[in-house]
């Protein structure tokens, strides 16, 4: 048995603690003792000292199989600030030359180096294998191990062959480490390392200190975070997207409005990654925005937000990105932005890939939508995903517990959903089941003839919306059990019978509902928040306007505009410069220092404490796409001309106008073109229709002329009528 004194005396040493944290020092005694070990613990909880530690007091090199090099000079860098000695810690990977190999080598073979992080490419290539095997190796360290399994959230195929090299490189015990698994997942990683009889060290997934929210998606996203991080000045943050297009877009924008940001993603040259991520961790910069690469192994404590700008792919994936947000303890807000369409978008990433990993694709993806839709305690719903009991009914400590939704009875849906799955013999997904319930023929029902049951349709008269949660929350109270790795079917457990015979009651609250339109307006708890009150009342200005200057409602501001003001309350003109739909034009005109003026003195009757400005730049090419067509139509030239020096299609081009003319308050003279292109009086026609009307709604217009004009026509006149009469 390891003497625990001495571990205490090293920890102390090494990394300057008088403690172990959680089962450190059980994992590490284990470890030393010669067995196999596998460590289940959430980022934050000290991993990294269950395999540097011992690595120290071993006799050996201690071989670390990583998935990324950032993490390895990271760490290595911790080491080496700790050592008396340089050259304990070592990195082999492609990232180094050959001298620089042969420097890592000698410091092996002398016994120096202690501890040496291989990547799994690397680890395999026949001249390290070979070298490797003439060195003592006092144990394996597989570290991110749920890379190894396909129900892992970041499979990489070259993690199945770590086990057959260790068996050529030559026997030490393994320990595999992982912050994100579930039971399916920590069997596959046991079973493809060949340490079944691994002593199993599992600590608690819950973070008390994350807050944990999902708002919904819109076009103003830019501009949300854009605030919520002015609303936090100087703290660290991580912003995650899908794309690197994306994470350059948005690094323009938080740059153009005078947030210290950077971008991350593996297309960068790997210096400037490195010097990225040093600029990071030495508070240079304040905000990454990066790929899901970024932020595996950074050990910065002091992450204070991370945000997920498009829905992840997987649970395990979201938990591990939120896990670097406050792994001091302190503050740490996870914000995630959600909308049917990414999930609609991910889902088309899967096509052409093989069906078995599709299937699995699919059924993570449902598990994202599922916690991202519901309204129950969101800390309970991960901790029921990652096998965990979570105790309370409110966390006090995310958007669902901290605003919750009305409880409303759902004994008798239990009922009927705990019948409906066992007459279809336990044998299907959610979708198939509430299909079944609400009567829906569908194929496959058909196929089954399930049709003829007499449990199908039994909830066709109950709102269809309340289904889902039924079946979701019934998890999490231990009615039903999903089995993951059997294709995601449901399964009634002994409570779910014992239900059936008695039932008692089961209050469910209902999710939250995502409009598929991008433009979605904010919803309860969004960044935003509208003043009803203000509102109403700066649509009654604007009425008075209205009457004063002959003019419909919408040319004095757009709904849109009002409904900013009543959220952003500007009392200047230069701030009303920042609301959607005002540009320079408007602010010129006689009625937009009444609206400030207005804005002022409500908001010093009220009391009301105003956030400092909002206004978002967008960034410079977007800017300068703008300033060309600008002047092209200065230069009276053909629009369609414009939009193919652009190389964008029409439609593009009118949205951009829009975007200039509508949205931005900006003046354009189109008139050279429309009367190229159109009669005069058909210009009237509509022109005189705007103008009448009390609301600027498209789709009526559309509706309205039928098939007398085209709905670029329309929009062209649209675009006159607003740029002469509102702006």
């Known amino acids: 048995m390891t003497d625990k004194k001495t571990l ?11 403690k172990f944290k959680g089962d450190q020092e059980a994992i590490i005694s284990n470890l030393m003792d010669g067995r ?58 492609s990232s ?48 991110e191990a749920h890379c190894i399994s396909e129900w892992g959230h970041d499979f990489r195929p070259e993690y199945r062959r770590i086990r057959p090299i260790i068996n050529e490189i030559g026997q030490a015990p393994v320990i595999a480490l992982t912050a994100t698994a579930t039971d399916k997942v920590r069997s596959d990683i046991k079973k493809n390392l060949g340490i079944l009889d691994a002593v199993e060290f599992k600590s608690s997934f819950n973070r008390p200190n994350l807050y944990y929210e999902v708002r919904p998606k819109t076009k103003e996203i830019d501009k949300d975070i854009v605030r919520f991080i002015k609303q936090h000045p100087g703290k660290s943050g ?3 997207c899908l794309s690197r297009k994306k994470v350059e877009d948005l690094a323009d924008i938080l740059r153009a409005n005078d947030i210290k940001a950077a971008c991350y993603h593996a297309g960068l040259e790997s210096a400037l990654r490195s010097q990225t991520q040093d600029d990071f961790l030495m508070e240079r910069i304040d905000v990454i925005v990066a790929t899901i690469a970024f932020g595996m192994g950074i050990d910065k404590p002091d992450v204070r937000f991370v945000i997920h700008y498009d829905i992840p792919k997987s649970l395990e994936g979201y938990y591990q990105e939120t896990g670097r947000a406050g792994r001091d303890g302190g503050e740490g807000i996870c914000l995630a932005f959600y909308s049917y369409k990414d999930l609609q978008k991910l889902d088309k990433f899967m096509e052409g890939k093989p069906v078995a990993e599709q299937d ?54 239990l009922v009927i959903t705990l019948r409906a799955i066992l007459a279809v013999k336990e044998n299907f997904r959610t979708d198939y089941i509430i299909d079944f319930i609400t009567g829906h023929e569908t194929e496959e029902i ?68 995502f409009s598929d339109d991008d433009d979605v307006a904010q919803q309860d708890g969004s960044i935003s928040a509208l003043d009803p009150v203000l509102s109403s009342m700066l649509h009654d200005l604007r009425r008075k306007w209205s009457r004063k200057l002959d003019r419909p409602p919408y040319v004095i501001f757009q709904d849109v505009s009002i409904e900013q003001m009543a959220t952003d309350y500007p009392i200047t003109l230069e701030e009303l410069k920042g609301i959607q739909g005002v540009g320079d034009g408007k602010t010129r005109q006689p009625y937009a220092k009444e609206f400030v003026d207005f804005i002022k003195h409500y908001c010093e009757e009220n009391g009301i404490e105003r956030q400092s400005d909002l206004r978002v730049r967008t960034k410079a090419k977007d800017s300068m796409r703008k300033l060309k067509i600008l002047q092209n139509i200065d230069r009276r030239i053909a629009l369609d001309d414009i939009a193919n020096a652009l190389g964008i299609d029409f439609e593009e081009l009118l949205d951009e106008l829009e975007g200039i003319v509508v949205y931005s308050g900006n003046r354009v ?6 009367n190229e292109i159109m009669d005069p009086d058909d210009i009237n026609d509509i022109y005189d229709y705007f103008s009448e009307q009390e609301k600027d709604d498209l789709k009526a217009a ?15 006149v649209r675009i006159k009528f607003i740029s002469e009469m509102a702006n």
């Open 360 to 413: 699995i694709g699919r059924q993570l993806l449902q598990e994202t939508a599922a916690y991202a839709e519901t309204s129950v305690c969101r800390r309970k719903m991960l901790l029921h995903y990652f096998g965990e009991q979570y105790p309370e009914d409110n966390c006090h400590n995310c958007d669902n517990c901290l605003h919750p939704n009305t409880k409303i009875e759902a004994r008798d849906q």
């Open 36 to 93: 196999n070990t596998f460590v289940l613990m959430p980022t934050g909880g000290g991993k990294s000292l269950c395999y540097q530690l011992p690595s120290l007091l071993m006799d050996g090199v201690a071989i670390v199989i990583s998935p990324l090099i950032a993490l390895m000079k990271n760490q290595v860098d911790v080491i080496a600030q700790m050592s008396e000695k340089e050259g304990t810690a070592h990195y082999l990977n």
């Open 96 to 143: 180094l030359n050959k001298s620089a190999i042969d420097q890592v080598k000698a410091d092996v073979r002398a016994g120096i180096t202690k501890l040496l992080y291989v990547a799994p490419e690397s680890l395999t290539k026949e001249d390290n294998v070979e070298f490797l095997k003439t060195v003592k190796i006092s144990f394996y360290a597989v570290d």
């Open 8 to 18: 205490v005396n090293a920890l102390k040493r090494y990394f300057g603690f008088d």
């Open 669 to 674: 003279n189109i008139d050279y073109f429309l």
């Open 238 to 240: 991580i912003i995650y």
């Open 446 to 513: 058909i196929a089954h003839k399930h049709q003829n049951l007499e449990e199908f349709g039994s909830g066709e008269d109950d709102d269809e919306k309340i289904w889902n949660p039924v079946i979701r929350q019934a998890l999490i109270a231990g009615y039903l059990r999903k089995e993951v790795e059997n294709y995601g079917l449901l399964k009634v457990t002994a409570a779910g019978k014992r239900f059936i015979k008695q039932p008692v009651s089961f209050m469910v609250v209902k999710d939250h509902e």
């Open 702 to 716: 559309y509706e309205e002329f039928g098939d007398d004009f085209s709905e670029d026509e329309i929009r062209l």
